[in-house]
């Protein structure tokens, strides 16, 4: 089997506030893993229900949803679907004492899997635009990393408190 690592820089002084903490729950939260393909997985879940004000976390998940579309498009688009009938973190914002909690009372503020059921035609025209404009992001990775890169220099919104 061919394995292969693929690493993000981040700037030392990139703000990020609490996109990789949130990010990282959303690993235990949905269970996906931290493997390349569960990246991408986690990224198609984070675009589809929303990056709110977190601008890099929109392009880092731009890459990984486009490495999905090309490496497992199946797997990724049940990702986006469910991205798409859930919240997030990033939208609801990250409250401390969500790390207190049960993981299923977590899940339950973030209505995940509350509302399954047969993909409409809006989840594949969503998955359309945004599965183009990822892999997309990847052809043009010089860009994309470059352009990541400087969004993680731009101020991070301010926490939910």
Same mark, same amino acid.
């Given at each position: 089997?061919?394995?292969?690592?693929?690493?993000?820089?981040?700037?030392?002084?990139?703000?990020?506030g609490?996109?990789?903490?949130?990010?990282?729950?959303?690993?235990?939260?949905?269970?996906? %893993? !931290?493997? *390349?393909?569960?990246? #991408?997985?986690?990224?198609?879940?984070?675009? $589809?229900?929303g990056c &709110? +004000?977190y601008?890099?976390?929109?392009?880092?998940?731009?890459? %990984? !949803?486009? *490495?999905g579309?090309? #490496?497992?498009?199946?797997?990724?688009?049940? $990702?986006?679907?469910? &991205? +798409?009938?859930?919240?997030?973190?990033?939208?609801?914002?990250?409250?401390?004492?969500?790390?207190?909690?049960?993981?299923r009372?977590?899940?339950?503020?973030?209505d995940?899997?509350? +509302?399954?059921?047969?993909?409409?035609?809006?989840?594949?025209l969503?998955?359309?635009?945004?599965?183009t404009?990822?892999?997309a992001?990847?052809?043009?990775?010089?860009?994309?990393?470059?352009a990541?890169?400087?969004?993680?220099?731009?101020?991070?919104?301010?926490?939910?408190?």
């Amino acid at each position: 089997a061919l394995r292969f690592w693929v690493g993000f820089w981040v700037p030392p002084s990139a703000d990020l506030g609490g996109a990789p903490r949130a990010h990282d729950i959303h690993h235990v939260l949905t269970g996906y %893993g !931290t493997d *390349l393909l569960g990246e #991408a997985e986690i990224s198609a879940f984070e675009l $589809a229900s929303g990056c &709110g +004000r977190y601008v890099a976390a929109l392009g880092f998940d731009l890459m %990984g !949803t486009g *490495l999905g579309v090309i #490496a497992a498009p199946k797997r990724t688009f049940a $990702a986006f679907l469910r &991205g +798409r009938r859930s919240k997030n973190l990033f939208r609801i914002g990250f409250d401390p004492k969500f790390l207190e909690m049960p993981v299923r009372e977590v899940q339950k503020k973030i209505d995940l899997d509350a +509302r399954s059921g047969a993909p409409r035609l809006s989840d594949y025209l969503a998955f359309g635009f945004w599965g183009t404009a990822a892999a997309a992001s990847l052809l043009l990775a010089p860009i994309s990393v470059g352009a990541t890169i400087l969004l993680c220099l731009a101020p991070a919104p301010r926490e939910v408190s």
